[in-house]
């Protein structure tokens, strides 16, 4: 454009493809040049131990398996054996309640008798209660 003997000169416009290059460059590079184990170790372990390791009751849940015999039905804790949810909490309240209890059941046994084990468990101070089947 000429107005009155001057020029004017209009900026060219700027690349915008070789900007958002460079900017994507520099953030890959700062995401593999950045540490993120510092933050990790600061995170508190999901397991405390005192003394020498964890004990294996602290890590699995108490099972009580229930089966059907031709006397009916058996809970089975270990190598406890009990017929009656009476027993059962009798049981569960002599074991430590941290690490929760799991009922698993075979597939004939009757859906009252899981529902007394969870009820057990509950009676008996556990507040972590799962149910697992077993598939046989």
Same mark, same amino acid.
Do not use: C, N, W
């Given at each position: 454009?000429?107005?009155?003997?001057?020029?004017?000169?209009?900026?060219?416009?700027?690349?915008?493809?070789?900007?958002?290059d460079?900017v994507?460059l520099?953030?890959?590079?700062?995401?593999?040049?950045? #540490?993120?184990?510092?933050?990790?170790?600061? %995170?508190?372990?999901?397991?405390?131990?005192? &003394?020498?390791?964890? /004990? =294996?009751?602290?890590?699995q849940?108490?099972?009580?398996?229930?089966?059907v015999?031709e006397?009916?039905?058996?809970f089975?804790?270990?190598?406890?054996?009990?017929? #009656?949810r009476a027993?059962?909490?009798?049981? %569960?309240?002599?074991?430590?309640?941290?690490? &929760?209890?799991?009922v /698993? =059941?075979s597939?004939?046994?009757?859906?009252?008798?899981?529902a007394?084990a969870?009820q057990?468990?509950?009676?008996?101070?556990?507040?972590k209660?799962s149910?697992?089947p077993?598939?046989?």
């Open positions: 454009m000429r107005t009155k003997g001057r020029r004017f000169h209009r900026l060219g416009a700027l690349p915008l493809i070789s900007m958002i460079v994507f520099l953030l890959i590079y700062f995401l593999i040049t950045s #540490d993120f184990s510092q933050v990790e170790r600061r %995170l508190p372990s999901a397991l405390q131990t005192q &003394g020498g390791g964890a /004990r =294996s009751v602290e890590l849940p108490q099972i009580v398996e229930i089966s015999d006397e009916g039905v058996r089975m804790i270990g190598r406890v054996l009990v017929r #009656d027993s059962l909490v009798g049981v %569960l309240e002599r074991l430590p309640r941290e690490p &929760g209890v799991a /698993r =059941s597939p004939d046994a009757p859906v009252s008798a899981v007394t969870l057990a468990a509950l009676d008996a101070g556990f507040e209660r149910y697992v077993r598939a046989d």
